[in-house]
Each structure stands twice: as C-alpha cells, then as structure tokens.
C-alpha cells in the first residue's frame, strides 16, 4: 500500500518572465506574471504548480502566507477535500478573483504529487480519455502591423498549424478616453483579419479574441462584418462575460461564441450553460481553480452539448484536462505563454503538425529547473498585469 504523503511545505514564487516577439526591426517586447507553487510532502516528493494572467506578488502573498497554514500536515492525496478546506478560506462568500488562482495553482501541485505518488501522468489520473490533443496557435497580437501579422500567419502555417489564433478590439473600452472612436478600432480589425484570411487561405481556421474588451453593438458590427471570413470562434467579445449581452449577440450572429477562461467559479459556468450564451465554454486549469473544478465545469459542458476547449494559453497544464475527459478538444498554443514555460520548465512537449502528444512521465511529466527559476526569481516584479 502507498504510504500516504502528507504536506511538510507549502511556497510560492512570483515571477515576471520577458520575451521577445519577432526579430530585428519587426521585434517586440512584452512580458507575462507567472506565480509559482511548490508543495513538499514527508516521501520526498514535491509537487508543482502555477497561475499566471494576475498580479503574481499578490497571489504569492496569499499562498505563502494565508493557504500555507491551512495545509501543512494534511494528506496530500485528498484534492477533494483540501479544494473545498481553501474554498471556504478564501472564498466564504462567494468570491473569485485571486483566491481563484491560488487554489488553481495549489490543486496542480496536489495533482503532480498524486501522480507522481502513483506513477501515472495527470492525464490518466483525469481519466485517460486519449494521448494526442489539438491545438491552436495564438499569435497574432496588437502589436504587430498588418503585413506582420499575414506574416507571421503565414509562418506558422508553414510550421503545420491549421488552426489560428488572433485578438481583436485593442482594449477598447479600456482606452476609450483615447481620440479614437470605436469604429476605427473596428475598421482596422476587419482589415487585419481580412489581411490573415488572404495570407492563409480558406482552408485555414481562424479564431478571434476581443478579451472582453468590446461593448455589446462594436462586437455585433465586428462580428457581422467578419462572418464572410469563417469565424471559428470569437472569444470573449463583451466586457464582463456579460450573459445577456452574450445571449443577444449569439442569437445575431452566425458564428461561434466562446468564452470562460477567467471565470473562478464553477457555478459561472453553470449560467453560461443555462442561458445558452456560449457554443464554446473555456476554463482554464490555471485560473479556474485547477484539475479538480475543471472537471466538474467539464461534465456540465457534456451534460449541456456544449464543446469544451482551453483558451487563457498555458497548455502544458491544460492538455491534460482535455486528454484525460472525453470531451475534450482544443489547447490553446499561445505563443508568448510558451515561450514564458521553456524559461521555467524543462522537458515540455512541442507540438507537431499542431497536435500535442502527453507525457508518459508520471505527474505533469514536466519539472521546474530550479537555477533558472532562481535567476528569474531575481528579476524586477510586474507592476499591473502582464498580457500579451
């Protein structure tokens, strides 16, 4: 019988990773919040997860010093148990935010040990529905001009993707103060878009992401205007996720809405189900409470016909949600959010002619190199969070 391992250390490391896009002239530098967690257990076995897209000194803060407390000495095995224990501290009423992102980065350490403790990739722990995944690659930023974006479009074609990714709407409503009226950040999407289309050709998909930052009547014009495209999807087109906003627009438009990747709870997806907001609903193991919620949103898109995919990028965590359920698909290949991983991990699959094959290594079949963690761990912290 496995001895059972009981947590000795809980500890997170916040991290702020740069990367370059593109080269020479065409060359731009951004950079992404990443929050490490590492949980030690009394069999010599240390666990390791993480959550990204947030303030990461914030979400270390509550790990460290709020998480840690309440898991010292428990069964590290239980993920049912210690996911409902930092649910009723962090979230007594109802809350989300970075309390959901804490957990999520906990519950993927929880899972790494329990893989590792019984020699078996997540994947298979998550049910072991199939070895290979799908992927889309997102590439196609804001801050390329539009021959850069057909470009590199057309690039990763070359590299055997058939499924891409772009964002659309630049923050709109965030920047609205700025003179630029919202039918000019409208005109130029359709343009860049359309730039895309005539790069790959039809036989290409293409995804759109707004990021929640378009009102209701732009992302109908948007949406309307780019129909002759083929839309895969489009991800995230109104602020706030806004359900009767979504309602509305997916009952104008011809395609596909998608949507859910910073949600924190799981009863959210619950009304998107309900309400029939959404064709694509898109938890993110790393931002909506880790393996352990995500399964349960995963049996309700079943349960509602509803596809399930990953969008939020980070998909060497979430290949294994969607190659252990049935009904999983799509992993989002976002390639900033890979190239952040190849700085801290080692041993991370890449994908060939856009699939991903998983890991037979037990756990997440993948491990932090701790000297360059510990180099990156000296680098200046984020202030405001990091998005590609």
Known sequence: MTATPRITGVRATPLNLPVTMGSGEHSSNTSLSVCLVDIDTDVGITGTGMTAITEEE???????????????????????????????LLTPRGQSGYASHAIAAIDLALWDIKGQVLGQPCWRLL????????????????????????????????RGFRRLKMTVGHHAL???????????????DVARVTAVREAVGPDVQIFIDANCSLDYLSALSLARRLERHDIAFFEEPVSHNDI????????????????????????????????????????????????TQCLRIGGMAAAFNTQLANGGAWPHHNMHLHAGLANGTLVEYHSVAVECCKQVFDDLPEPVDGVLTLPGAPGLGFRPNRERVAELAQRPLSRGVGKA
């Open 58 to 88: 914030v979400v270390t803060t509550i790990v460290n010093d709020v998480a840690a407390h309440a898991l010292l000495g428990s069964d590290a095995l239980r993920h049912e148990q210690l996911w409902e224990r930092l649910y009723w």
């Open 244 to 291: 009767g906003n979504l309602v509305k627009l997916r009952g104008k438009v011809g395609m596909p809405l998608a949507g859910g990747q910073n949600e924190g709870l799981a009863g959210r997806f619950r009304d998107f189900l309900t309400a029939q907001a959404l064709d694509v609903v898109q938890p993110n193991v790393c931002i909506s409470g880790g393996y």
């Open 127 to 158: 049910g072991g529905a199939r070895e290979q995944v799908p992927v889309y690659a997102t590439f196609g930023f804001a801050f390329f001009g539009r021959d850069e974006l057909a470009a590199a479009a057309s690039d990763w074609v070359g």
């Open 174 to 188: 965030q920047r609205r103060d700025e003179p630029r009226p919202l039918h000019d950040v409208i005109a130029e």
